[in-house]
């Protein structure tokens, strides 16, 4: 059974940490996506990669970096937290064909 | 970047009705694909329709592609409680990235 892995459920922290968020998917996929998801918003893209130590940034990048050094883990960076970052960040990522993307179970971020 | 909107935001149905759900967009897509999300987890993909498609099936789902009207449908037929969820409509321009919609809230009542 596919899988994609987030590291945390549930996640608070304070303003100005440095909180990282980490993602493992064992589909072999060469694209992977970090999005976050806010009532009334949708889900928006953050960043996302089509390969190792690839990276593009997506609509809402500011506040945010990623990393991909192996081709099964993506992480998600907040360099120094704020409040308005507090959302559901989801993860996913994808290989060629029609099978869509495939997602992570989300992780819920509190910055207090 | 493009962005899918549903109609109608939220629907409440009985079980065994069919639920349908329309998403409109602005510019030319690859492919249309739909989601759903459960209450507070990850996105699970349905179906996906390509732009050279005007139709598709997948057990009770029926997805339409209006490329000219630059819409979507998802119906749901038979209708049941385990359908109650959040259905997400995304598009693909061909560069592998998705713009979703704002979602459909669709409670089934059994």
């Known amino acids: 059974d596919v899988k994609v892995t987030q590291s945390s459920r549930y996640l608070v922290k304070r303003t100005g940490e440095k909180v990282f968020l980490e993602c493992v998917q064992d589909?072999?996929?060469?694209?992977m996506f970090w999005y976050r998801q806010d009532p009334g918003l949708g889900l928006r893209l953050i960043y996302f990669?089509?390969?190792?130590?690839?990276?593009e940034k997506g609509d809402i990048p500011e506040g945010y970096s990623v990393s991909r050094e192996k081709k099964e883990r993506f992480s998600l960076i907040l360099e120094s937290a704020s409040t308005n970052q507090t959302s559901m960040y989801l993860c996913?990522?994808?290989?060629?064909?029609?099978?869509?993307?495939?997602f992570g179970p989300g992780t819920r971020l509190t910055v207090l | 970047s493009q962005q899918g909107e549903e109609d109608p935001q939220a629907l409440s149905i009985q079980e065994g009705e069919n639920a349908t759900m329309n998403c409109s967009y602005k510019?030319?897509?690859?492919?249309l694909q739909w989601y759903r999300q459960n209450s507070g987890r990850g996105l699970v993909h349905l179906i996906l329709?390509?732009?050279?498609?005007r139709e598709k099936h997948s057990g009770r789902l029926r997805v339409t592609l209006d490329t000219s009207k630059k819409s979507s449908s998802l119906l749901i037929t038979a209708s049941r409680a385990a359908d109650t969820a959040s259905y997400f409509c995304?598009?693909?321009?061909?560069?592998?990235?998705?713009?979703f919609g704002k979602g459909n809230q669709v409670v089934v009542i059994p």
């Open positions: 589909m072999d996929h060469e694209n």
């Open positions: 329709i390509r732009s050279n498609e």
């Open positions: 995304a598009t693909d321009d061909g560069n592998n990235r998705l713009a």
């Open positions: 990669s089509y390969d190792v130590k690839m990276k």
């Open positions: 996913a990522s994808s290989g060629h064909g029609d099978g869509g993307q495939f």
């Open positions: 510019t030319s897509i690859n492919n």
